[in-house]
T-cell receptor, first 112, second 110 residues
Framework: KQEVTQIPAALSVPEGENLVLNCSFT??????LQWFRQDPGKGLTSLLL?????REQTSGRLNASLDKSSGRSTLYIAASQPGDSATYLC???????????FGQGTRLTINP | NAGVTQTPKFRVLKTGQSMTLLCAQD?????MYWYRQDPGMGLRLIHY???????AKGEVPDGYNVSRLKKQNFLLGLESAAPSQTSVYFC?????????FGPGTRLLVL
């Protein structure tokens, strides 16, 4: 059974710092991995999607990497801003399945 | 486009009561999903549908039923609510590899 873990559960950093969020998964037979953002009381918004054949994806100040063999992904946020404060979730699509398996999320707070 | 909408936004039930949560999407997507989100546990898949008239069980289906009579709607039913079903429920639809989420329904079962 695929399990996705995100550590830490919460992270607080000063504005302007670069930071890394971590995601690990137990079964390397994934179709893709996605990072989502969730603001309090809201739904999820997709940030980045990495195919299993890719190593990384970039969007603006965000860079996501994928190491399938070790079952790890990281989300790098450059020059953090208070507006980046949110919960970030990673999720994998299992090969042959039509569904996502989510991690528990990391609640990120950027302090002005 | 309204995207994915959920009705109601918030509901309080007593144990044993029944209710139906409605998810609607106007993007003509085939795939639709119901998740629940509990503190510290991320999102867990309850049921999903790969097209009109089809449904399938997810990770935590017990105590819930679903129907997809129309392509644009995916209904989640609780026949006899229990306190363990207190949660935030999210609906999503999928196009290609991207899932689009609704704003959620917060359900409290007393």
């Amino acid at each position: 059974k695929q399990e996705v873990t995100q550590i830490p559960a919460a992270l607080s950093v000063p504005e302007g710092e670069n930071l890394v969020l971590n995601c690990s998964f137990t079964d390397s037979a994934i179709y893709n991995l996605q990072w989502f953002r969730q603001d309090p009381g809201k739904g999820l918004t997709s940030l980045l999607l990495i195919q299993s054949s890719q190593r990384e994806q970039t969007s603006g100040r965000l860079n996501a990497s994928l190491d399938k063999s070790s079952g790890r992904s990281t989300l790098y946020i450059a020059a953090s801003q208070p507006g980046d404060s949110a919960t970030y979730l990673c999720a994998v699509t299992i090969q042959g399945a039509q569904k996502l398996v989510f991690g528990q999320g990391t609640r990120l707070t950027i302090n002005p | 486009n309204a995207g994915v909408t959920q009705t109601p936004k918030f509901r309080v039930l007593k144990t044993g009561q029944s209710m139906t949560l409605l998810c609607a999407q106007d993007m003509n997507h085939e795939y639709m999903y119901w998740y629940r989100q509990d503190p510290g546990m991320g999102l867990r898949l309850i049921h999903y549908s790969v097209g009109e008239g089809t449904t399938a069980k997810g990770e935590v289906p017990d105590g819930y039923n679903v129907s997809r009579l129309k392509k644009q709607n995916f209904l989640l039913g609780l026949e006899s609510a229990a306190p363990s079903q207190t949660s935030v429920y999210f609906c999503a639809s999928r196009s290609g590899e991207t899932q689009y989420f609704g704003p959620g329904t917060r359900l409290l079962v007393l």
